[in-house]
């Protein structure tokens, strides 16, 4: 199934509405369309990571300069940034707004996708991190503006899951 250019676009504009101004990512299918429209706005920093923990810098660089900041990652990306979400993002109180495209969950086709799936839920609660499943693009706008609201007002990551509902074609 191809990625929803109109969904990712709904994401991608309630993020702009809720200030971000730089995002960080590594290549992603999922993800792709918002790749793409950050690259292409030049009213947003795109970062090109070659691995996930270093958004986790960026985006403390950015909140230290006062500018809001959005890491798109995939599930297995979010496992990998553990150890700066602990040691960077926890002690030092930095907000985080975590876009994780939530592989490996129900109706995965890829075999290597679904232990990041399966693990994901459990490794958020484990880290207390607020999330929430985005499933339904007209609930996607208020959910992004909420997440920015909390990862701001508690100095904490708080993380979205984009779900194959949201971000598969119907």
Known sequence: MPVSLENSKIIYNALK????????????????????MAEADPDITLVRLAREEEAIGISAGAHLAGVRSALLM???GFLAAINPIVS????????????ISYR???????????QGGRF?????????????????PMDAAWQ???AQTLAESSLTPVALLLSRQLMWEA
Do not use: C
Request: aromatic letters at 8%; hydrophobic letters at 40%.
């Open 144 to 146: 992004i503006s909420e």
């Open 17 to 36: 509405r809720s200030g971000v101004k730089i995002v960080s990512a590594l290549p992603e299918t999922w993800l792709l369309h918002l790749i793409d």
């Open 88 to 99: 960077l993002s926890f002690l030092y109180k930095i907000p985080l707004l975590i876009l």
């Open 120 to 136: 994901t839920e459990p490794v958020l609660r484990a880290l207390d991190i607020p999330y929430r499943q985005l499933m339904n």
């Open 104 to 114: 490996g969950h129900m109706g995965e086709r890829d075999p290597w996708q679904t």
């Open 74 to 76: 995939q599930n297995h």
